[in-house]
C-alpha cells in the first residue's frame, strides 16, 4: 500500500511563493509518474504538472513559467515550486502517483493566495 503525505501549503499574497512537498511510502515511488493536480470551488480537477520516474517535467499551460516540479529519489518525495502566484491559483492541491501497480492520492493541501 502507498501511502502520499503532502505538506507546504498556506495563505500567500499575490507574487508571492510557496512550495508543495510530496513524501511517499513504499518502494515504487522510483519508477512511478508523479503529479500536482488542483481542484479550486466550483472548477474542475485540473493536472498542474508531472514528472516521468527519468525526471521529465510537462506543465499545465497556465502554469508554465511560474511552477516548477521536482523529485528527491533518495526521498521519496516530490515538491512543487509555485512562484509569482496568482489568486487564480487558489485551490487544494493533491499529489498523484502513477505506476503499473496502480494510482494513488494524497488527502490535498489548501493554497490561498489574496489578492
Known amino acids: 500500500q502507498v501511502q502520499l503525505v503532502e505538506s507546504g501549503g498556506g495563505l500567500v499574497q499575490a507574487g508571492g511563493s510557496l512550495r508543495l512537498s510530496c513524501a511517499a511510502s513504499?518502494?515504487?515511488?522510483?519508477?512511478?509518474?508523479m503529479g500536482w493536480y488542483r481542484q479550486a470551488p466550483g472548477k474542475p480537477h485540473e493536472s498542474v504538472a508531472d514528472?516521468?520516474?527519468?525526471?521529465?517535467?510537462s506543465y499545465a499551460d497556465s502554469v508554465k513559467g511560474r511552477f516548477t516540479i521536482s523529485r528527491d529519489g533518495a526521498k521519496n518525495t516530490v515538491y512543487l515550486q509555485m512562484n509569482g502566484l496568482k489568486p487564480e491559483d487558489t485551490a487544494v492541491y493533491s499529489c498523484?502517483?502513477?505506476?503499473?501497480?496502480?494510482?494513488?492520492w494524497g488527502r490535498g493541501t489548501q493554497v490561498t493566495v489574496s489578492s
Open positions: 498523484n502517483l502513477r505506476s503499473a501497480y496502480g494510482e494513488y
Open positions: 513504499g518502494s515504487i515511488f522510483r519508477i512511478a509518474v
Open positions: 514528472i516521468t520516474s527519468g525526471g521529465r517535467p
